[in-house]
């Protein structure tokens, strides 16, 4: 039996409002399987980012279950889940302010080998060296920092950072979102290849329906921080079942 990378059930989450409490999110159920990339789509405010934040142990849920290759996330204590950070990671939109701006490279890509205290220096460096080749950098890029490199290239090794520790789970908030529309396809492709070949699941966030489209193979729709529509991506795009799917199927098609 193949266990699911992400696994999460009933995830509701309430904050606190001036006026009261807020829904942020309600009832939230989605999977993505090893080697599969799955679209969290939705407008502004839908709830997507946040339960990127609950899947990483950031926001804490009123109720629902999180898994994480079969690991719970929700009620884990401190030590748990700084283990379990080890199996996902983040990728945020901004390349420019995601990466620590006073490392080298080399040292930003191994910084979670580090942090996770796998591997003497030599074997983080190997890895690293790795890691960024698998995202298409160069040997010159390692030794520079993150200000030397054009936008695309901070994002590659954002993704490089990510692959360096062997997770099953990548959380990607927007990812292509900074970068010239010439740049996105490139990245999404490089997307689609990593989680193939390493057979780790990816959750791309976006609000982009072509880049959905082009990307991932199941589409997650949230309106409201509900999910409103779930399903293989062409057949969602092809016969939307909820209004808020068709809207942003027709806004997709005018612009």
């Known amino acids: 039996m193949i266990v699911a990378a992400l696994d999460v059930t009933g995830l509701t989450v309430t904050y606190r409002g001036r006026s009261g409490p807020v829904a942020a999110l309600t009832d939230v159920d989605l999977t993505a399987a090893p080697g599969e990339v799955v679209g969290l789509v939705g407008g502004s405010g839908a709830g997507k980012s946040t339960v990127a934040r609950a899947v990483a142990g950031l926001v804490r849920p009123d109720r629902g279950t999180i898994r994480v290759a079969g690991a719970d996330v929700v009620g884990t204590g401190r030590a748990a889940l700084r283990r379990l950070r080890q199996t996902l990671h983040l990728v945020f939109q901004d390349p420019y302010a995601s990466l620590p701006p006073t490392l080298r490279v080399r040292d930003v890509i191994a910084e979670p ?143």
């Open 113 to 255: 080998l580090l942090v996770h205290r796998i591997g003497d220096h030599a074997g983080r460096a190997g890895r690293a060296a790795q890691a960024a080749e698998d995202v298409g950098l160069e040997r010159r890029h390692l030794s520079r920092y993150p200000h030397e490199l054009s936008g695309g290239e901070r994002q590659r090794v954002a993704f490089a950072r990510a692959l360096v520790s062997e997770p099953r789970l990548i959380l990607a908030d927007e990812p292509t979102q900074m970068l010239d529309a010439s740049l996105r396809r490139d990245l999404v492709d490089l997307i689609g290849r990593l989680a193939a070949d390493r057979g780790i699941a990816v959750l791309h966030i976006t609000h982009d329906l072509a880049l959905a489209q082009h990307g991932c193979a199941r589409l997650v729709v949230m309106h409201r921080g509900r999910v409103v529509e779930s399903g293989p991506t062409a057949d969602v795009l092809a016969e939307p079942r909820h209004d808020h799917t068709a809207a942003l199927v027709a806004a997709a098609i005018r612009r």
